[in-house]
């Protein structure tokens, strides 16, 4: 965490004075980020920043080197940037996901909403807008690996219609065939089948997933149920798992 009054700014984002040390939640075994970005000061800021928590961090500063390094390191998390020159972060976060379900936070200019909604149907966890402080980047990043990881309380397994979930081993199946979600969208699925056949406003889910400590839009929910809905259901244009409720939200079918 940075600490201090004083302030300034690098590039896109802004970093506080000092620094001190804050141990990772789980600093027994670091957790590795991968940070994605062209700016040399963004990414050496991010890193050292992430660094002092605790955390394991590698740097790419294009999109062919951060492929490459994701399938050599297998990183917990990637933070990548999508304004990446040639292979940008969209084709990017579009191969990692051909082979990996590692999380992905994006990092993304304030006029880039149709970039991050595009980021989010790719199978990002979420995003967080330029200028930003190192600070709300960690939190975003710590919030992203305890839904990875699952909360230690309340693991369970259960059943809606041929829908199976298995927080445990963070499992899901339909009709006995496996389905490979994100971190985001098997949290997103998990809440809404806790309570079969309640509706949902956007917002309740939005908070379901973040808390109160980051801000987000209403589009991300969309974006994330357009994803489960293309792995979950049979026929995604005509669900019968993962339902609409027109001008509210969404609910999962009664069994």
Known sequence: MFSGSRSRVHGDFTIA???????CEHDDVPKS???VDDEPKITQVVADYLRSTGFTVSTAA??????TIARAQLPDLVVLDLGLPGMDGLDVARELRRYSATPIIMLTARGEEADRVVGLELGADDYIVKPFSPRELLARIRAVLRRVEGAAVGLERFAVGDVAVDTARRELTVAGRRVELTATEFDLLVHLTRQPGRVFTRAQLLDALHGTI??????TVDAHVKNIRR?????PHEPRYLLT???VGYRFADA
């Open 62 to 67: 294009s999109g062919a080197d951060a492929v």
């Open 231 to 235: 792995k979950l259901e049979p026929q």
């Open 245 to 247: 409720v027109h001008g």
């Open 17 to 23: 004075g000092d620094r001190v040390r804050m141990p």
């Open 214 to 219: 980051v801000e987000s839009y209403e589009r």
């Open 33 to 35: 980020v991968l940070v």
